[in-house]
Each structure stands twice: as structure tokens, then as C-alpha cells.
């Protein structure tokens, strides 16, 4: 009868300590909300400030599911020294991995309105034509760059060759929109 009272104590203790564990390595929602509302302050980095609402709500989920799988014990992440050091690491890495020159990040890195204003695409384009503007814009630097990483490179460093990049935009704006930029050079020679 021991036997069974001592095995039956050391399941139920097992029992007790897995359940323990299991609810220690779980985030509650609370905690993931407090850590969205920490991401909120990398809103202003360039990549982020041109995200609709929900499509930065997207990526600071993102952000928050690979922390709590890197650490799965909250307490063990809001005890980290460098937690804000980590925190953007986490959002720095998760940019890095999404970008790639397809026609969503395109749209982030020179957005519509920019467009617009540089006289590169007309005003009043739905989201169908703005999309067919920016998978010719991504197909054309693509072809451009030997890389995706050459590309970023070249855009972080501002080494980009603008001019190059000016005119794919305004190859794809002519090619879907029959829309064009007249550049009136004037050259002045001297006496």
C-alpha cells in the first residue's frame, strides 16, 4: 500500500511540476500586448512608418511570436539586462527577413505618394494598378542587382543608382499607364 500511495504522490507531483512548467512557458495575452505596445516605438524606422495599421500589427506579432519562441519563460525575458537592446534586434532581424524586392516591400521603400509627388506615377491610381506598378518595378530591379542583398545595400548606403532606379519606375509608369515624365534639359554654353 506505500507503494502505491508513494507512486501515486510521485505522479501527481509530476503532474504538478508539467503543468507548473507548461503555464511558466506560455505568454499570456497580457504580456504579448505589453510587448506589442514596446515594438510600437520602432514605428518611425523606415521600413515600419509606411505600413497600414494592420499590416504593422502583422509584423509585431511576428516580432513577439520569435521572442517567445527564443524564450518561451516571460520572466526570463523581461529579466534580461539588455532587454531593449533585444527587443530591437528582434524587429532589425525581422525587417532584414522580410524584405526582398517583390512588389509589397517595393511599395514600402518608395511609396505611393513619393511617386506621385516626384512626378514618376498620376495621382488617383487604384490598388490593382499600383500593385501591376510595383511587380514591374520589383522584376525590373531584380534584373538590375546580381542580389536582393546588393540591392538593400545599395538603398541603405544611398549608393543606389538613382538615376538607374528613376527609370525603371518611369519604364513600368509608360509600359502600364502610358505616363510620362519630360525632362527639359537645357544646356547652357557659354560665350
Excluded at 523606415?46 to 527564443?70: K, Q, T
Excluded at 530591437?88 to 532584414?96: C, G, Q, R
Excluded at 517583390?102 to 521603400?109: F, W, Y
Aim: aromatic share 12%; hydrophobic share 45%.
Amino acid at each position: 500500500m506505500k507503494r502505491f500511495l508513494l507512486s501515486i504522490f510521485i505522479l501527481a507531483a509530476a503532474v504538478a511540476v508539467a503543468t507548473g512548467c507548461s503555464k511558466e512557458r506560455r505568454w499570456n495575452e497580457k504580456e504579448r500586448r505589453e510587448l506589442r505596445k514596446e515594438i510600437k516605438a520602432y514605428r518611425d524606422m523606415v521600413y515600419l512608418d509606411n505600413l497600414a495599421e494592420i499590416e504593422f500589427d502583422a509584423f509585431s506579432g511576428d516580432v513577439v511570436e520569435a521572442i517567445e519562441i527564443d524564450y518561451p519563460v516571460y520572466t526570463t525575458f523581461i529579466e534580461l539586462p539588455g532587454r531593449g537592446d533585444t527587443v530591437e534586434v528582434y524587429v532589425v532581424s525581422m525587417i532584414v527577413n522580410e524584405l526582398q524586392t517583390d512588389a509589397h516591400n517595393m511599395r514600402n521603400i518608395y511609396p505611393y505618394p513619393w511617386l506621385v509627388a516626384q512626378g514618376i506615377l498620376p495621382a488617383g491610381l487604384d490598388r490593382q494598378a499600383q500593385r501591376a506598378f510595383y511587380e514591374c518595378f520589383a522584376r525590373k530591379v531584380n534584373n538590375y542587382f546580381s542580389s536582393t542583398a546588393a540591392f538593400f545595400n545599395a538603398v541603405v548606403s544611398d549608393t543606389a543608382p538613382d538615376m538607374a532606379i528613376t527609370n525603371m519606375q518611369l519604364q513600368c509608369a509608360a509600359d502600364l499607364f502610358d505616363w510620362g515624365l519630360e525632362i527639359d534639359e537645357t544646356v547652357i554654353i557659354g560665350d
